[in-house]
């Protein structure tokens, strides 16, 4: 409701009318000023009328102290009573403290304490309950109640019931002018700011958003010093994700360590983005603009983890200068890291005093800081391929191809060279590649595309793969090197736990170059074969019965290798493999030069197929590998010795292949195998034909990885 009032500027008398006001506030208002049927007549003649300079006046429109009052009334009047009567009891500029029309000069200097005293107190009814009908943020008595010159303001803001009310009387378009009422140095325990801000989040998002996309048009008013408030002091703004990615997405040097300090979504991804932005300016006034907030940044991450940053993270803040880790292991990596060249011509680093041999000690003790401590060595391969100079990189090298020998840490690096920077993904293929010796082939110098010449891959099987090759049989090598290790603790079990520890570890080392396969692929683009091993231990036969052959099996396994084309099985080829194990001598100092050989049992074997191997388990030696020999050849040998129930265990060794080899050429390869029925029948377990093997290993080579 607007409030009438009329000018007489001759005589200086303003006259307001009090139709329509509330009784308490004519009462209040009627203390200072004498109301006449029902009418103010106030006397400005005090004020000068002469004409003074723009700048003491609040409007353009104004030249003098009287025009001054009759654009305060004026303006007040357009919001009604409330806004009049601050006016009247001496909020503005316009001076009606001398005027002859108040009533008691000494009481009027405490008219507006009065009224906010009437206004705080819960007793009073009356203009208490008028201010919380009618509090809204637009409204000028409300900016200059809760204005930060008002000596109640604190008051208010603890007032529930009246905060409740601009609460409840904000609009959304209307927020931000309340939040900027109420907002406080520290609005964590205000009520009222925090209802603001979570009842309109989207919409108070939504204009932060256009402010950070475009500054320059800011129709809500907001400004830096509000950015600052609301994002130290609104919970609701710190634990909003969007929140976050709007300082994120807009990095004003200006403003984002202000800001991103207050941010508790920030994760560790956010901070690796910065990083990755940081190293992309290229001019350098703009990367030093861009040093405090990536710093900033990684402080901030520090704080909110409670805890070590990841180590990636950690190792570039210390490299830079930032954070020093607080993890000791992080710390000790960093110190050495530190001492690395950084320079073509650094001669006043650690580094070039280390002669060759303290250089290969220092890569020692860097791979003793991460071994076994898979986050910070992953962190480390992260960090080196990212931020390292080319001089460093290549002294940390051998240490990073020495770490992906483990099966995560390369899964790692195959990732690492399939995202990030162009130089992180090609050091990171570098890595890979020269972990499993992947070559690039070409066609050899001097021979032309058409030459009828094939050219040669060093490939040794039908996969025409040296790459391939060399995967599994690095696998099956360190299978059966830890197989050998252990040997001597166990060769008092009997065969067939023997066995069964193999075709454990067999499986496993498949499962591993599979993967590598299948990695190798991703890195390449190329197609690599993928490998699998089932083992099975069928249900006991009738030990001595007799299969299609007219004799007894006599094999402790049937290894069943299947090639598989388009997923469908286009070879079968079956391998029988008899046990044996090397007994420790009676000293307890070494292993029997004699192995016992059953030459019934032989037969039986022979008897199924030519495609029969004798296995032998021994000792780690150099180099720690089993013996695999033919059965045939094994035969011979005893015919060839004195005795015939055993073999010279040197003979066998130097005749035989180690397990590895076994696997990869023979099996894998194809160089064995027999592929008649009969014999791949026994895989089956068919009861017609006999005991069945005490354990059957498919091997199952898919040409097309999705087969």
Known sequence: MSVEISFDHELAV??????????????????????????????????????????LFWSDWTSNERQQLEFELNAAAQEGPIATSLVLLGRGKSGIKNSSSILDQNTYQSAMEAFRKDMLNTESQGLRAIILAEIAPRLRWT??????????????????????????????DDCIAAL??????????????????????????????????????????????????????????????????????????????????HCHTLAADDVRKLFLDWRAQSKAGKKD??????????????????????????????????????????????????????????????????????????????FGHVIGRQELAQGL?????????????????PVLLQLIADHDHLTFATELARTGPRQVQLRAKGLVRQKL?????????????????????????????????????????RAEEEFCSEYSATWGEDEEAHTARLLSLTQVAVGNASRQLHQLSSMTRSKYPSLSVAVRQPSKREEGAVTHAGAPLGADVLFLTRIMDNGKPVIQRATLVQVKKRFGTASGKGFSSKIGIDLEQCQNMLTQTEHAYYLIATPASTPSVLWVAPARLVRNLTQLGT?????????????????????????????????????????????????TPRYIVEIEIRRQPND
């Open 180 to 261: 900027k009422l109420v907002i406080t140095e520290n609005s964590r325990e205000n009520w009222a700011f925090e209802q603001l801000a979570a009842l309109h989040s989207e919409h108070l998002l939504d204009q932060l958003t256009d402010f950070f996309n475009n500054p320059s048009n800011n129709p809500h008013g907001l400004d830096r010093h509000f950015l600052c408030s609301l994002y130290a002091n609104s919970l609701m703004i710190q634990n909003d994700r969007r929140a976050c990615e709007l300082v994120l997405d807009q990095v004003n040097p200006i403003v984002f360590s202000q800001l991103i300090q």
């Open 643 to 691: 005795s015939k129930t055993s073999v010279d265990a040197a003979q066998v060794r130097d005749a035989s292949c180690s397990f590895a080899d076994f696997f990869l050429y023979s099996l894998v390869g194809l160089w064995a195998g027999d592929e008649h029925e009969e014999v791949v029948a026994l895989a089956h377990g068919d009861p017609r034909l006999g005991r």
């Open 14 to 55: 303003a006259s307001i009318q009090l139709a329509g006001w509330a009784p308490e506030l004519v009462d209040h208002v009627g203390r200072y000023f004498d109301i006449q049927e029902g009418m103010i007549r106030l006397d400005y003649a005090h004020l000068s009328g002469e004409e003074a300079s723009a700048s």
């Open 143 to 172: 900016k200059h109640l809760l204005g930060t010159s008002s000596k109640d303001r604190a008051s208010f803001l603890k007032d529930r019931q009246l905060m409740s009310a601009l609460v409840s009387r904000t609009s959304k």
């Open 289 to 366: 603009d861009f040093r405090e907030p990536v710093a900033k940044a990684c402080l901030t991450l520090a704080k909110l983890l409670n805890g070590p940053l990841p180590s990636d993270l950690a190792l570039a803040a210390a490299w830079h200068g930032f954070v020093e880790p607080n993890q000791s292991s992080q710390q000790s990596v960093i110190e050495s890291l530190k001492e690395l060249p950084t320079g073509m011509w650094d001669q006043g680093s650690l580094w070039s005093q280390l002669g060759p041999a303290a250089r290969e000690a220092w890569r020692h003790d860097l």
């Open 437 to 477: 010796e992947v070559l690039d082939f070409e066609v050899p110098q001097g021979q032309s595309e058409d030459a009828t010449a094939m050219p040669s891959l060093n490939a040794t099987t039908w996969l025409c793969d040296p790459s391939v090759e060399r995967v599994i049989h690095k696998a099956l090598s």
């Open 381 to 397: 391969l992260s960090f080196s391929c990212l931020w390292l100079p080319q001089e460093a990189f290549a002294e940390v090298e």
